[in-house]
């Protein structure tokens, strides 16, 4: 699970043109932590927005299961890794509900080669 949706997630990421301005690459950049575990490491030291905002997903996730029960085995495996989730209010339903949708998709294979 874990390693679909890391390989996926890269997959995904190379389609944009234009990185700077589409909201679905922005709201797609926290899950980069999860590709890269020193990474997450890092960014959970110095508290990031990336950081918070991956941590608010899995929180919500958890907090939600009976609504989202395909990710739930995926949000086993990234705590797992350490990324347990945490309540910092900085992802907003608009961002949190697009996150669904596109980890949904790479759950379903829709971006693995």
Excluded: A, H
Aim: net charge positive; glycine share 2%.
């Amino acid at each position: 699970m874990y390693r679909i949706v890391c390989e996926s997630y890269k997959n995904y990421m190379k389609d944009f043109d234009d990185k700077t301005r589409d909201f679905r690459y922005k709201v797609m950049l926290p899950f980069s932590l999860i590709v890269d575990l020193n990474k997450y490491k890092y960014e959970k030291q110095i508290e990031s927005i990336r950081y918070k905002k991956l941590e608010d997903f899995v929180w919500k996730i958890k907090r939600n299961e009976n609504k989202y029960p395909r990710l739930k085995s995926f949000i086993w495996s990234l705590e797992s890794r350490g990324i347990k989730g945490r309540n910092y209010k900085v992802l907003d339903e608009i961002e949190f509900e697009e996150q669904v949708k596109i980890i949904e998709m790479f759950l379903k294979l829709s971006y693995w080669n």
